[in-house]
């Protein structure tokens, strides 16, 4: 089976920094473009970021301003998402996903792009 297991979501204080990390199963990551997703409570889900299979060209959503970086490591088939100056509204539900052959994340922000999905992290951001 094909499947994503994220992990490294819990709570941090203003300012602080997590890693996340996306781990895979079943298939190799470097042949997928693979996005960062979030869900707050009561909003839709959004799509933060994502780094595309072969060149790995990493894309971002606006109200990330710089704070956050979407690396892969292809000897260990994992993605990263380093946050940094993290702030309340950053509060939600942390998804990976992935699709295949998709060299420039095009359809990024469209959950309904990736069939293969991790379980989700929670990130609480308060102090």
């Known amino acids: 089976q094909l499947q994503l297991a994220e992990s490294g979501g819990g709570l941090v204080q203003p300012g602080g920094s997590l890693r996340l990390s996306c781990a895979a199963s079943?298939?190799?990551?470097?042949?997928?473009?693979t996005a960062w997703f979030r869900q707050a409570p009561g909003k839709e889900r959004e799509a933060v970021g994502c780094?595309?299979?072969?060149?790995?060209?990493?894309y971002y959503a606006a109200f990330v301003k710089g704070r956050f970086t979407v690396s892969r490591d292809n000897a260990k088939n994992t993605v990263y998402l380093q946050m940094n100056r993290l702030n309340a509204e950053d509060t939600a539900v942390y998804y990976c996903a992935s699709v295949e052959r998709n060299f420039y994340c095009a359809g990024y922000n469209d959950p309904n792009t990736f069939p293969v999905w991790g379980q989700g992290t929670q990130v609480t951001v308060s102090s």
């Open positions: 780094i595309s299979s072969a060149g790995s060209n990493t």
């Open positions: 079943g298939f190799t990551l470097e042949n997928y473009a």
